[in-house]
């Protein structure tokens, strides 16, 4: 998972985006050795990991799904992260499974700001993105996998035009 955040990190710091960077793409360039600032990384998702954790402490799995950067000129980035209670087994409780929506400063060292927490409408179970940015808003898609049912679209303005 380290170098999961790393790449992302690298990418974003060293390249200039239109659209967000989503998982699948992160997953398919796992393979760079580039390790540059890993504390840096770890700090973000660490502070992700206890704002769900706040919510609910038995979230102990958090991955970051989705980084979004402001298109043009832009001065933080928007963050969707998935957080699941490490064993996956589902006891009633969909708060066991939480999507938040953050925003993250430029260097990516700290959470500048809570835009959503959102629990599964479907446990273990569904999938969120951000749409590609539009220039006031970026928009948040989300859809059960197995049956694409359980629609989700909400747009956020962002929170950092400079």
């Not at 990190?9 to 600032?37: E, G």
Request: charged share 20%; net charge negative.
């Amino acid at each position: 998972m380290n170098k999961i955040i790393s790449l992302v990190i690298w990418l974003f710091l060293n390249s200039q985006f239109l659209n967000c960077f989503h998982n699948q793409d992160i997953y398919s360039a796992q393979q760079s050795s580039y390790q540059k600032d890993k504390q840096i990384h770890l700090s973000v998702l660490s502070e992700i990991t206890g704002i769900f954790n706040d919510l609910n402490p038995n979230v102990d799995e958090v991955l970051i799904l989705d980084v979004c950067p402001k298109q043009g000129e832009f001065e933080c980035y928007i963050v969707l992260a998935h957080g699941i209670r490490g064993d996956r087994q589902f006891y009633g409780m969909l708060e066991d499974e939480l999507f938040g929506v953050f925003v993250v400063n430029l260097s990516f060292t700290e959470v500048i700001s809570i835009l959503d927490l959102i629990p599964t409408p479907r446990w273990n179970d569904y999938t969120m993105r951000f749409d590609k940015p539009l220039s006031d808003s970026i928009i948040l898609v989300g859809q059960g996998l197995s049956y694409g049912d359980e629609k989700l679209r909400k747009a956020y303005p962002w929170p950092c035009l400079p």
